[in-house]
């Protein structure tokens, strides 16, 4: 049973009024296992818009605007997160009741939980209780969350958030933010004027670290809170700072959210600046092949390629990638590759010698587009020695 199927089946089995809308792709209709984000902004199944591409459209599939070439495909691991611990909520009122809610009753909710959140009498228990309900209705109540942001609560949630509060009620306020982030740019770049940044940066050296990232990741979606994000102090430092010290889901976060900022080009040279380069090469050693996609944006910038060109054994890194990776493992391999070559006559002689001339002859005629276009040019720099 594929990974795709396996992830589609129970949610699939539900009651389509029990799904949120945004679950589910907007060219295949089906709930998504693999989001990701075109540069315009919208979400779709990789595996729909990849069909969509391979058919010859450069365009958004919703706003018809054209796409860059290569069209850049960011994965959406904060959504695909939602739908993969989507669950029905508590004894007390189920997803499905939410739905059937009147107005006037899902205001006076509303209203309790977010006075229990805000008032000086609560306790944390309380106060958890409160944002626990909250982020159990937000999850599949589009209308709910709107009301939400509108209340003015979203300053009560974030003081929630800062690094003196109880663990459990830092993660639950994430969790509450993270889900506020997804319904629109609007949403978003709300958020970032809010203070959120602020205060999610502050996380991310907390328990709550993971969750941190994906929310970063969330907002760092829309062009502007990139350099935003980008711009704050503590943002990108904290984040190299978790991927040198953090665990697994910590690291994996740290570095989605790193290659959705860097993006935008400003910030790649921070991330080098903040010695992001020689954890990179570290971690993808280690197999993360999250790692060798952020060095391929980083690779873009001066700094980071003179950083990549100082550290040992990364061509034999990189080439293990475009041996053994998965499709993006071998494009951004090979895209690292290629711009390592384009700097250094020493690096180019070192992945000839490693026989990468021989293999991207033979994945010229791959079917992947993006792979058939960076091997071809790769082929073409090596050619020349």
Not at 47 to 55: A, M, P, R
Not at 64 to 86: C, E, F, G, M, T
Not at 173 to 185: A, E, F, G, Q, R
Not at 268 to 292: H, N, P, Y
Request: charged share 20%.
């Amino acid at each position: 049973m594929s990974e795709t199927h396996k992830t589609q089946t129970p949610l699939t089995s539900k009651m389509a009024t029990d799904l949120p809308e945004y679950f589910k792709c907007p060219i295949s209709l089906e709930i998504m296992s693999d989001p990701v984000i075109l540069s315009s902004g919208h979400t779709f199944d990789r595996t729909s818009i990849l069909k969509w591409l391979d058919s010859g459209h450069r365009t958004c599939p919703i706003t018809k605007l054209p796409l860059p070439d290569p069209p850049s495909l960011i994965p959406n691991h904060a959504l695909r997160s939602l739908i993969s611990n989507y669950a029905p909520t508590s004894p007390t009122r189920s997803l499905s009741d939410s739905h059937s809610l009147s107005d006037s009753d899902s205001l006076t909710q509303l209203t309790s939980l977010i006075s229990t959140l805000t008032s000086r009498a609560s306790s944390p228990a309380q106060r958890l209780d409160s944002l626990a309900r909250l982020t159990s209705l937000s999850k599949s109540n589009p209308g709910f969350r709107a009301r939400l942001t509108e209340s003015g609560a979203v300053s009560a949630v974030l003081r929630c958030v800062g690094p003196d509060n109880d663990p459990g009620l830092q993660e639950r306020s994430l969790s509450l933010l993270l889900n506020l982030s997804l319904d629109s740019d609007d949403n978003k770049v709300g958020l970032v004027a809010e203070g959120a940044v602020a205060k999610v940066v502050t996380a991310l050296v907390g328990p709550a670290a993971a969750v941190a990232a994906t929310v970063l990741t969330s907002l760092a979606v829309v062009e502007v809170n990139k350099a935003t994000i980008g711009a704050h102090p503590g943002a990108i430092r904290s984040l190299v700072y978790l991927l040198r010290t953090g665990k697994g889901r910590e690291r994996k976060e740290a570095a989605t959210a790193l290659f959705t900022l860097c993006c935008f080009p400003e910030n790649r040279r921070r991330t080098v600046d903040c010695g992001g380069v020689v954890i990179l090469i570290r971690m993808a050693k280690s197999g993360l092949e999250r790692a060798v996609e952020v060095m391929g944006l980083l690779a873009k910038c001066k700094e980071g390629r003179e950083e990549m060109v100082k550290c040992n054994g990364v061509v034999e890194i990189l080439v293990g990638f475009v041996k053994n990776g998965s499709s993006r493992g071998i494009q951004y391999g090979l895209l690292t590759l290629n711009l390592l070559c384009c700097c250094s006559d020493k690096v180019k002689k070192e992945v000839k010698n490693e026989g990468v001339l021989e293999i991207c002859l033979r994945l010229i005629q791959d079917d992947n587009d993006k792979i058939h276009r960076v091997a071809s040019n790769l082929a073409k720099v090596l050619q020349e020695i």
